[in-house]
């Protein structure tokens, strides 16, 4: 008796699969309608509650974007649905509070239009300056804008974070990329300035401005060895304004300290802002 071959399965409809795709487009563009309600409801509530700084929640959006990177597989490539979830929370943010994204192009145009299109899209208004003093400036007089400064050192940049010292001034609140990881196409690091709600803020790092007498190369190592750090010459003292970045767990004293035993003088100290820990996967 001839043996019965099993049935090969069939091959897929091509009409099939694009009706399929058709379907999952039109459930997410539901689904962002759907959230675009719940922001206009949202912005309903901030209308009935004294609301004061930027609409820009750090806190937040690293949580959101590190549960993306978590989750995410498939042969969807992580920096396109990176990008795509940076556009709908910075353009549903805009939404709900308009600012715009000021940008010091001192590091390279296309580096920072990268990271500032990358993170923020094209709703979000840009406004280009040469220098991080005018963007610190900027935000000071905004009500709710953003200032993006390269968190790298520029030789024309000066001590451009002296200005967030102060009680009423802006703080930096953000380092992007929120996730960092070999070839990001927005990878120029980036530290986000404004005013943010106190319970906004990610506090996992603490950036303070400190500045120094006798700032020398040992000095320089021992820093280096404890914490990231910027500096620039602070010639009216014969020493440095520094930009110091410590992990919550590391105190502001402790580094003090190992600045003195260095031969260093400390003159002064002040907090500047917060920012989410560094978030990095895997390429």
Not at 84 to 113: E, K, N
Not at 114 to 126: C, E, I, K, N, Q
Not at 200 to 205: G, H, N, R
Not at 268 to 281: E, F, M, Q
């Amino acid at each position: 008796m001839p043996t019965t071959l099993p049935t090969p399965p069939k091959s897929p409809d091509l009409t099939e699969l694009r009706k399929e795709i058709d379907r999952i487009d039109e459930s997410m563009h539901a689904l962002l309608m759907e959230r675009g309600q719940i922001i206009d409801r949202l912005i309903s509530v901030n209308k009935s509650q004294e609301t004061t700084g930027s609409a820009f929640r750090p806190v937040r959006e690293a949580e959101m974007m590190r549960r993306l990177a978590q989750r995410h597989k498939g042969i969807l490539p992580l920096d396109t649905v990176e990008s795509i979830w940076r556009v709908i929370i910075a353009t549903f943010t805009y939404v709900q509070a308009p600012f715009s994204a000021h940008a010091d192009f001192s590091a390279g145009d296309a580096l920072m239009r990268d990271s500032a299109r990358f993170h923020f899209g094209f709703t979000v208004p840009l406004v280009p300056h040469l220098g991080a003093a005018a963007v610190v400036d900027a935000v000071s007089s905004s009500k709710g804008d953003l200032g993006l400064v390269p968190a790298v050192a520029i030789a024309s940049a000066g001590a451009w974070w002296t200005a967030l010292e102060f009680d009423a001034a802006p703080k930096i609140i953000a380092r992007l990329p929120f996730v960092e990881r070999a070839n990001h196409p927005a990878a120029l690091p980036v530290f986000v300035i404004s005013r943010a709600a106190a319970d906004a803020m990610a506090t996992e790092t603490f950036v303070w401005s400190v500045r120094v007498s006798g700032w020398t190369a040992q000095a320089a190592q021992t820093l280096a060895a404890m914490t990231d750090f910027l500096a620039v010459p602070d010639r009216a003292f014969d020493g440095a304004a520094l930009l110091v970045t410590l992990p919550k767990e590391m105190n502001i004293e402790a580094v003090a300290m190992a600045l003195v035993n260095a031969g260093v003088t400390v003159r002064s100290t002040a907090l500047v802002g917060s920012h989410a820990t560094r978030y990095t996967v895997a390429a």
